[in-house]
C-alpha cells in the first residue's frame, strides 16, 4: 500500500500564492506518476497536473498554465504544486494520486489511471 499525504492548502487573497506538497510513503513504486487533481463541491475531479518518475511533465490543465508548477524531491518521495496568481475559480479541494506503475502519458489526465488518493486540501482564494 501507498499513503499519500497533502499539505499547504488554505485561505489566499487573488493574485497570491500557495505551495501544495504530497509526501508518498509505504511501498512507492519507482516507475509511477504523481498527478494532482482538484475538486469543486459535487462537480467531477479535475485534472491540474502530473510528473512522471523521470521528472517529465506531460501537460498541464490549460486553466493553470503558466500559473501553476509541478515538481518532485525524489530523495523525500515528495511531489509539489507551486500556484501563483491565484484567482478565485481556482478554489476547490486539492488531491494528489499516485500510479502503482509506469502508465501511459495519454492515460495521465483520467482519474482512472492513479491507484492511491491522498485525502484532500482545501485552497480557497478570496476575491
Known amino acids: 500500500q501507498v499513503q499519500l499525504v497533502e499539505s499547504g492548502g488554505g485561505l489566499v487573497q487573488a493574485g497570491g500564492s500557495l505551495r501544495l506538497s504530497c509526501a508518498a510513503s509505504?511501498?512507492?513504486?519507482?516507475?509511477?506518476?504523481t498527478g494532482w487533481f482538484r475538486q469543486i463541491r459535487d462537480q467531477e475531479r479535475e485534472f491540474v497536473a502530473a510528473i512522471k518518475w523521470n521528472g517529465y511533465i506531460p501537460s498541464y490543465a490549460d486553466s493553470v498554465k503558466g500559473r501553476f508548477t509541478i515538481s518532485r524531491d525524489s530523495a523525500r518521495n515528495t511531489v509539489f504544486l507551486q500556484m501563483n496568481s491565484l484567482k478565485p475559480e481556482d478554489t476547490a479541494v486539492y488531491y494528489c494520486?499516485?500510479?502503482?506503475?509506469?502508465?501511459?502519458?495519454?492515460?495521465?489526465?483520467?482519474?482512472?489511471?492513479?491507484?492511491?488518493w491522498g485525502q484532500g486540501t482545501q485552497v480557497t482564494v478570496s476575491s
Open positions: 494520486a499516485r500510479t502503482g506503475s509506469e502508465t501511459s502519458v495519454f492515460r495521465l489526465r483520467a482519474t482512472s489511471a492513479y491507484d492511491y
Open positions: 509505504g511501498r512507492t513504486d519507482t516507475y509511477s506518476t
